[in-house]
């Protein structure tokens, strides 16, 4: 059998079974055989460095991607040449979803900082799927999921609320990942974080010293600790979890 060649170049890789993000990536209830012909399809990348891409907007579609470690951005760019940030993908998540339909990339995905991926192509897992409820069924969440993030983002907030909802969103992710809910490491530039809520980088910049003085949050370079969370919770205007 010849050797993948995404295999041979990530010596690191761990099987679904042996990963600590299973929980996040697959179903709960997928059984040890369809678990053992999902780990057949996956094929890990090698390392991805800082601000390299992973696909372009307009490539043709043919893989789905998991964020295996570090960070990936999504990026679009509007008819006059300006780049959009439309999302920020965790140790987790999946991105390319939104290419099902058009059947191409609808966005370019960068890497932020030193990062890895789980691949797959769409025709395997739309096979595995067809085989697979389970699989299916963790699709359409996921997709839906993008779709909820997608319209909480348009919403109508004041510039306050923007970033604290942005970061009370990141706490429960992180959370979801057994990390620190409180302790963030925003890799990310501030420009991007500015992009992405479609803020200027100085109004960003302005609400982080303000509230570090209001003892909300405590920051030092990419080190974000919130230091009340009730504060930032009703900032954001949620009653929960945003």
């Known amino acids: 059998m010849a050797v993948n060649q995404s295999r041979a170049a990530a010596p690191y890789f761990l099987k679904c079974s042996q990963c600590s993000l299973r929980k996040l990536c697959l179903p709960d209830s997928i059984d040890s055989e369809g678990l053992a012909q999902l780990e057949e399809a996956i094929e890990p990348s090698a390392p991805y460095h800082d601000n390299q891409i992973v696909y372009e907007a307009e490539q043709c579609f043919d893989k789905i991607y998991a964020v295996k470690s570090g960070m990936f951005k999504t990026v679009t760019v509007d008819p006059e040449g300006n780049e959009h940030i439309v999302g920020f993908h965790l140790p987790g998540e999946l991105f390319g979803l939104d290419a099902i339909y058009p059947g191409k990339y609808i966005s370019t995905a960068i890497s932020i900082s030193t990062s890895s991926l789980c691949e797959i192509h769409y025709s395997d897992l739309e096979s595995l799927a067809a085989k697979l409820p ?26 306050e609320q923007k970033l604290a909802t942005f970061l009370l969103s990141l706490s429960s992710r992180y959370k979801q990942r057994d990390y620190s809910e409180s302790r963030i490491n925003l890799i990310m530039p501030r420009r991007d974080i500015a992009n992405y809520l479609n803020m200027a980088p100085e109004t960003v910049s302005r609400l982080f010293k303000r509230f570090q003085k209001e003892g909300i949050l405590d920051i030092k370079r990419t080190d974000l600790t919130i230091t009340d969370m009730r504060a930032l919770t009703a900032l954001g205007g949620c009653t929960g979890a945003c």
């Not at 299916?136 to 109508?156: G, R, T, Y």
């Open 134 to 159: 389970s699989i299916q069924h963790q699709l359409l969440s996921l997709m839906s999921k993008e779709v909820h993030a997608s319209n909480a983002l348009s919403m109508d907030q004041t510039a």
